[in-house]
């Protein structure tokens, strides 16, 4: 009886507590905006700081990258997300991940991997295609990849709920995909990457390409290639070391070889400055403009220059897991993250 009793003045006086911490709280940022001096619980953090401390408003999830695998069947030896788990959500475990995005502020889901086809012949990544556009009603739902195992009957079956198919594409030129890695068996990467373009064409998709800029390409002249596909984007990444992925002792690719130089990859940019969908994005721009999600639905900060995880949104709500993304909203939209990225918006000719 006693203990009950006492449990019960401490709840009552946690209670009474937090309230008085609430009202004093409201009352300093009331007096703040006079200049007033303000309690001294904080020491003697100079007023920036504490500004900062008190604005913990974590950003929206505007546009979000889900590598929901890390499984590929191509060995591009730049790569910076690598296969070092199997892990894949349960599909109803990745849905309700979605979701919850969604109610967090996404607008835009980019499903990427790995390679994302490579999960049940393309039908995980599918059936997420089409629960983001008909009942999370996003309005844009791309993917990136490789394209070696995407079949018309996806297209036929899913094609009407994705806006934005992404292939990735390095070199117009077989042998320099192959010394990259962006190659299985006898397949012709590039011949591939039209049949891709075409169906894009047919089935409503805004077609994309992405080109990884590296010391067996940089000297490459790409404008005529890339201007008869007439992708909506062609995004040039500058080569990126990320420890622990394709750099550093326990990282499955060594990608060391493949880095250019700022000027290198500027060079490539002047050389192409005439193609106008081209979308540079250096380094310095990459690294903290992403919202990554891994294959546990955790955000991954870049900013130490490895891939250091947040907990899982699965298990923790956006919310609390995206303060620790390490993610730079002003650089996102000076990079130009958002776009019109919606093919219901989209002025294209299919």
């Given at each position: ?92 475990e990745a849905k309700r991940g979605l979701a ?251």
């Amino acid at each position: 009886m006693q203990l009950a009793l006492l449990a019960r003045l401490l709840s009552v006086g946690r209670a009474v507590l937090a309230a008085l911490r609430g009202r004093l709280g409201a009352l300093c940022w009331s007096l703040a905006p006079l200049s007033l001096p303000l309690p001294s619980w904080r020491g003697s953090a100079p007023r920036q700081q504490r500004d900062q401390e008190w604005d913990d408003t974590p950003p929206t999830p505007t546009s979000v990258n889900y590598h929901f695998t890390r499984r590929c069947n191509y060995k591009c030896g730049f790569c910076f997300h690598t296969a070092k788990t199997s892990f894949v959500l349960p599909l109803e475990e990745a849905k309700r991940g979605l979701a919850m995005l969604k109610e967090a502020g996404m607008e835009k889901i980019n499903f990427s991997g790995g390679e994302p086809f490579i999960q049940d012949s393309g039908e995980f990544v599918g059936q997420l295609v089409q629960f983001c556009k008909q009942e999370l009603e996003l309005p844009s739902v791309s993917i990136v990849s490789n394209g070696s195992l995407i079949r018309k009957q996806w297209f036929e079956k899913y094609g009407v709920h994705l806006d934005i198919l992404a292939i990735s594409c390095d070199s117009f030129d077989e042998d320099v995909n192959i010394l990259i890695g962006r190659r299985q068996g006898k397949k012709n990467h590039v011949e591939n990457l039209h049949k891709l373009r075409q169906w894009c064409r047919e089935y409503g998709v805004a077609f994309k390409i992405n080109s990884v800029i590296n010391r067996f390409n940089v000297e490459e002249d790409m404008n005529e290639q890339i201007k008869a596909l007439n992708p909506v984007r062609w995004k040039v990444f500058q080569c990126l070391l990320i420890e622990g992925e394709n750099s550093g002792e326990d990282a499955l690719r060594e990608a060391e070889k493949f880095v250019i130089s700022d000027e290198d990859f500027d060079r490539f940019l002047d050389r192409h400055k005439d193609v106008s969908c081209l979308v540079p994005e250096s380094n310095q721009k990459m690294r903290d403009s992403y919202l990554i999600l891994d294959e546990y639905m955790r955000f991954l900060n870049c900013r130490n220059g490895r891939k250091e995880p947040s907990k899982s949104i699965l298990d923790v709500g956006v919310e609390a897991a995206i303060k620790f993304s390490g993610f730079d909203e002003k650089m996102f939209l000076r990079r130009g993250g958002k776009y019109v990225w919606s093919k219901a918006d989209m002025k294209l000719e299919w």
